[in-house]
């Protein structure tokens, strides 16, 4: 498999993140995938943003489920730019997209675009949470999955293997030989996040993994030689 380097939120390290803009300028600087992350409104939108809150990125305040899109769209999300929706950027770029989804519910909306677009090809879905990566394995035949984790026990392989990923994300800070070796000898691939310093790339060359999310354009770059 190539190593990938994907875009996480865009690039949030230099343009406001999960915003238009920074998938643009992910996409410009080359990475190989985008990541972004679905919430849904009130009014059941696919909003993209990281937290189930508006206060830390945009200038209002309140849980994303309890407003309307046209409630969002009146934020401003980061130099201007407002929160879009993943119809949006799937219009806005061309790039491969991997989707976090927050829960089962946004599983559900989400198969709903993917069958209707056709997006398997394109879209490869994430989720911190077992139900919601086997919600949309069952409701999308042909998605590609990946189960994340911060924290994880020995069970890690077993379970992405048991809601049917054919990847694993795992923080860059805790992942170990032995995990990476195991989810490999299981036909698993393993993405580490979030790699944005050399000392970073330099492991992700020691765990031979297959892929790294990261906030910075110039880690593509360097990571062509390090990783």
């Known amino acids: 498999m190539t190593f990938l380097t994907i875009g996480h939120r865009g690039v949030m390290g230099v343009e406001p993140e999960n915003t238009l803009r920074s998938f643009v300028r992910a996409e410009q600087s080359g990475m ?3 990541e972004l992350d679905l919430h849904l409104s009130k009014d059941g939108a696919l909003a993209v943003m990281h937290d189930a809150d508006v206060d830390r990125t945009t200038d209002g305040k309140g849980p994303i489920a309890e407003m309307t899109l ?3 769209r009146q934020l401003d999300a980061g130099g201007g730019e407002r929160v879009p929706v993943f119809e949006e950027v799937l219009d806005a770029v061309r790039s491969p997209l991997q989707a976090e989804i927050k829960d089962v519910a ?3 909306a989400l198969a709903d675009v993917m069958r209707r677009r056709d997006l398997v090809p394109r879209v490869e879905v994430s989720s911190f949470h077992d139900d919601a990566i086997a919600e949309i394995s069952a409701l999308v035949p042909g998605v590609r999955t990946v189960l994340i984790a911060s924290r994880w026990g020995a069970d890690i392989v077993d379970r992405g293997k048991a809601v049917g990923a054919r990847c694993l994300a795992l923080n860059i800070r805790r992942l170990t030989l032995e995990t990476v070796e195991h989810a490999h000898a299981e036909g ?3 993405i580490g996040w979030v790699v944005n310093t050399q000392d970073h790339l330099r492991l992700v060359r020691a765990l031979e993994l297959d892929g790294a999310t990261t ?3 110039e880690i593509r770059r360097t ?3 390090t990783a």
């Open 32 to 34: 190989d995938a985008i």
């Open 223 to 225: 990571g062509r030689f």
């Open 106 to 108: 946004a599983a559900r």
């Open 188 to 190: 698993l691939r393993v």
């Open 215 to 217: 906030d910075y354009p």
């Open 70 to 72: 046209a409630e969002l």
